[in-house]
């Protein structure tokens, strides 16, 4: 991350993360200009803005935009749907693939697991909890969760501490040694958007604007979907 002096600010919903740093963040600053991200689940993100921190852009879940858009946070015409995310599971590099390819095969490999990683504030873990006693696993797989307060849930997978990781597909890639194993079957599957806005008072509004234009660009569709993200534009 840049130094934040003479940088565009900008706070970022994780899942972008391996797209952002491969290929937006380098385009963006190939002209010269530079970019202080502060990455951190959407949650987290809210409670900062709300807290009165302040940044230039801001790239959130696609209802914390909405709130964010009624609130009169953001410039609502600056706008932009970038990157549809999909809930996956992960295991360490090498190790065999569960199936997870129904919900019964999903719910097996759950409740067979050592111990399952997902986050307390980010979207995916939120998500997770929920569908947990809609399976009627939420006793069976707590019990033995390792559940981080944020970041990359499948970290735990090369330290040993779990054996299965639950997070957005783009999340769980971002970490080296590990394999997606796939995504949640479609039944159980959410697809949640991610939106960028400028907010209002930014002190580099240009350069938050240049930002936000790179965000649509062919290349940035290319580095999505190489991240396991899909375009939303």
């Known amino acids: 991350m840049a130094d ?23 385009a963006f600053e190939a002209s010269g200009a530079r970019a202080a991200i502060h ?29 964010l858009v009624a609130e009169g946070r953001v410039e609502p015409e600056t706008r932009i749907d970038a990157v549809r995310s999909r809930y996956g599971i992960a295991v360490k590099a090498g190790a065999p693939h569960p199936d997870i ?14 111990s399952v990683a997902y986050s307390r504030a980010g979207a995916s873990g939120i998500y997770f909890a929920g569908l947990l006693p809609r399976l009627g696993l939420a006793e069976a797989v ?33 970490v080296p040694g590990i394999e997606v194993v796939g995504p949640f079957p479609e039944p159980v599957q959410e697809v949640t958007t991610f939106a960028a806005a400028i907010l209002r008072g930014a002190t580099d ?14 290349e940035a569709a290319a ?3 190489a991240s396991g993200l899909e375009p939303a534009f």
């Open 39 to 67: 990455w951190a689940p959407t949650t987290v993100i809210m409670k900062a803005l709300e807290a009165g921190e302040t940044a230039d852009a801001v790239l959130v879940l696609s209802d914390a935009m909405d709130r």
């Open 142 to 174: 707590n019990a033995r969760a390792t559940i981080i307060p944020q970041g990359f849930t499948a970290e735990k997978l090369v330290s040993g501490e779990a054996d299965i990781a639950v997070q957005q597909i783009s999340e769980l890639m971002v």
């Open 101 to 114: 390819t129904t919900v019964e095969a999903l719910k097996r490999t759950l409740t067979e697991a050592r």
């Open 223 to 225: 580095a999505y979907r």
């Open 205 to 218: 509004r240009a350069g938050a604007a240049r930002f936000l234009a790179g965000l649509t660009t062919p």
């Open 4 to 26: 934040e002096q003479n940088a565009t600010r900008l706070k970022c919903a994780l899942v972008v993360r391996g797209a952002f740093d491969a290929q937006v963040v380098p």
